[in-house]
């Protein structure tokens, strides 16, 4: 998923200044990597101790005592099993958010044709290798 995720970020970013203005190229370049970022910690932030809350709950009796030597840290099997049921809840938690997001982006108005247009045209101009 992550590998799927690293080159969906560079389409993103090739989609956006595909169909920005000339003008605007550095303005859309720069939005969508600014976003990122923040979003990125974010993420971190909300689902990292979430993560460390669903392993510690699903080892046998959290970290207190789990351990094959009484030493309070889980070991072996036991917390790499926790560790994996605790990263498909995350990572379901997020299907769910993106399918949240894609049907709120699919309900955003399109562009009127007018506006369209000199877009278009200004990317064709720039597919179309100049004439020698």
Do not use: K, Y
């Not at 498909?88 to 399109?110: E, H, N, Q, Y």
């Amino acid at each position: 998923m992550g590998a799927g995720f690293g080159m969906l970020i560079g389409r993103l970013l090739q989609f956006g200044q595909e169909h920005a203005p000339p003008g605007r190229l550095g303005v859309t370049t720069t939005a969508i990597r600014l976003l990122q970022t923040p979003g990125g910690a974010l993420g971190v932030s909300l689902f990292g101790p979430l993560l460390s809350r669903l392993t510690e709950g699903r080892t046998a009796g959290g970290t207190t005592g789990s351990g094959a030597d009484g030493d309070g840290v889980a070991h072996g099997t036991e917390a790499g099993l926790g560790l994996i049921q605790g990263t498909d809840v995350i990572l379901f938690s997020l299907a769910g958010l993106l399918v949240l997001a894609t049907a709120l982006a699919v309900r955003l108005p399109a562009a009127p044709s007018a506006v369209g247009a000199p877009v278009a045209a200004a990317v064709t101009a720039r597919r179309t290798p100049p004439a020698r």
